[in-house]
C-alpha cells in the first residue's frame, strides 16, 4: 500500500455561512451532546464528507461506539455488529466506510466481496480479535474432536475461516442452539462464554479473551452507583463480568440496550459499555437522565472525521482478505445470518 496522506495534509476546511447553513438542521438534533464551541470545528469535515459520499457512492456505517458528530453526523447505517453485518451485504453503495473496528469491516467485506470496504484508521483494532488465532482453532478442534466452533463476530477473518458459524453479543443464545448439539466451543470472550451458558442447557466450552472496555466494570462500581443514583436503572453489554451481568437490570447488545432505553425510557439509566453510546442515545432520547461511567474504547476512538475524509478523498487505506480464508469465513458469517 502506498504511504498514507497524513490527515494534517488535507486541503483545510473552513466554517463559511454556507456550511453553516447546510449543517444547522443537524445541529439542532446533537446539541445537548456536542457544544456550539465545538460544532465549527465538525461542522466543515460533516459538509465535506457528505459531498465526497454522493461522488463515491459510498456509505458510512458506524458501529454505535462511534462519537455524536460521526453517529450522528456522517454516518448512512448505525447500529450494533449484526445490524451492521447485515447492512453491508444489502446495501447498493459501491463504497462502504466503516466507522467502527478492523473485524466489522472485515465483516462488511465478506459479505460484499465486490464492494471497495475502506477502513479510516488500520489500527483499531479489538481485544477479543487479537485474543485468538486460527491456530489456537484448529489446536481445540483436535482436543475436542466433532464439536462445533461457535465464534464472536470480534475475531479476525482468518479466526472466521476455522470456524462452523459466527454469532454476535444480539444472537449468541440463538446461534448455539440452531446447531441442535449438546456441546460447543464457543470462542474468544470468557464472559460472555459464561453468559450465554447461564441461558442455555447446552454445554460451553470456552476461551479466555476479554474485551480490555468492559472487563474493567465491576458488580461494587455498579452498587455504588445504585447508592448514589436513586432508581437508576441499570442496563449492561454481556462483555462485562458476571458479577456486573447480576447487579444489572437487563443485559443485551449494543442495539438490545438501546432499544430497551427507547422502549421503556426508564427516567435515569446507566449504560455499562463504552461512553460514547450514552452520548448517541441521549441526542435521541431527551427525557432520560443518562449516568455516564466514562470507558472508552481506545480503538473506536481512532476513527475521526477527518480519517473519514482522508478515506473517501484517497479511497484508501481499502481492506482485503485472502480469498482462499475469505470463502471460507464468509460461509461461517453467512450461516450466522440465515439462522432467523
Ligand atoms: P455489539 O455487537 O453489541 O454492538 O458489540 C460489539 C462490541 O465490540 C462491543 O464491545
Ligand atoms: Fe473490542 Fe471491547 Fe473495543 Fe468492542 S469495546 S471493539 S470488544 S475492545
Redesign the pocket.
Known sequence: MAQLLEVEDLPELSYTPEVAERTRELYERVQNVIPAFEWPAFAPEIDAIRRLKRERNAVVLA??YQTPEIFHGVADIVG???ALARKAAETDAEVIVMAG?HFMAETAKLVSPEKKVLMPDMRAG?SLATSITGEDIRLLREAYPGVPVVTYV?TSAEVKAESDICC???NAVKIVESLGVDRVIFLPDTYLASYVAKQTDVEIISWHGR?E??ERFTGEEIRRYRRGYENVVVIA?P?CPPDVLDAADFVG???QMIDHVRAKKPPRVLMV??CSMSDNVAAEVRDVEFVRPCNL?PHMKLITLPKIRRALETMEPEVTIDPQVAARARAAVERMLEVK
Open positions: 458501529h454505535n450494533d455488529s449484526l473496528v479489538c470480534n454476535t453479543s444480539g474485551c472496555v468492559h453489554h462483555e447488545s449494543t442495539a459499555t463504552e474504547c
